[in-house]
């Protein structure tokens, strides 16, 4: 594909509801990020897939949160039983290959709101 | 936690002027890499520093990294109101499994 695609650009939800966000990365691209970014504030680590290796699913700030990543290629996040504070932009990011030193490609983010 | 931390956190110059924003890191790093972000969406990439570099160049950016402060500078010459968004830092390390690890951010504004 031409970029790191995300879906939905925005989503509201009531509180309590379920949410799956999804991300296509760049074809080919192995390692995947998910990323939480509250409004003005620097991007906070959720979760790390690196090839056929186990996810790093070290920043994930609950057991609400989750993602998997199917083939190698699409991910998605869920978050069950959303809570306000779970409102952010949400970004996924792919790289060619952590083994070297590549840059990360971004999506344009999930916006999240939880009312 | 955070590996990377910019200073300052917001910056205001006037256009034309230089604009100098810094990265400090808590361990050993593989590479370094700085990305910019328009209104709190996706993140584009600016440039990479590897370990082994000391500096680095591309158009009116300028990069130095210094392993022994675990420290680096983004500058940032001739500055145009374009340049307005804000500045993160990312490192990666074996230690991490190779992941990237933002900082907090530098928010420039550059006035007209």
């Known amino acids: 594909g031409a970029g790191v695609s995300q879906s939905p650009s925005n989503k509201v939800t009531e509180k309590g509801k379920d949410v799956e966000l999804r991300c296509d990365p760049i074809?080919?691209?192995?390692?995947l990020y998910w990323y939480r970014q509250s409004l003005g504030q620097g991007l906070e680590f959720l979760i790390y897939f690196q090839g056929n290796s186990a996810p790093d699913k070290s920043g994930l700030p609950s057991d609400r949160f989750s993602a998997e990543r199917t083939g190698g290629s699409v991910s998605t996040l869920t978050i069950q039983r959303t809570q306000q504070e779970d409102s952010a932009v949400y970004l996924c990011?792919?790289?060619?290959?952590?083994?070297?030193?590549?840059?990360?490609?971004f999506g344009q983010g999930t916006r999240l709101t939880v009312v | 936690s955070q590996q990377g931390e910019e200073d300052p956190q917001a910056l205001s110059i006037q256009e034309g002027e230089n604009a100098t924003m810094n990265c400090s890191y808590k361990?050993?790093?593989?590479?370094l890499q700085w990305y910019r972000q328009n209104s709190g969406r996706g993140l584009v990439h600016l440039i990479l520093i590897r370990s082994n570099e000391r500096e680095k160049h591309s158009g009116r950016l300028r990069v130095t990294l210094d392993t022994s402060k675990k420290s680096s500078s983004l500058l940032i010459t001739a500055s145009r109101a374009a340049d307005t968004a804000s500045y993160f830092c990312?490192?990666?390390?074996?230690?991490?499994?190779?992941?990237?690890?933002f900082g907090g951010g530098t928010r420039l504004m550059v006035k007209p």
């Open positions: 074809s080919g691209h192995t390692a």
């Open positions: 990312a490192t990666d390390a074996m230690t991490t499994g190779n992941m990237l690890t």
């Open positions: 990011a792919s790289s060619l290959d952590v083994s070297r030193a590549t840059e990360a490609f």
């Open positions: 361990t050993s790093i593989n590479n």
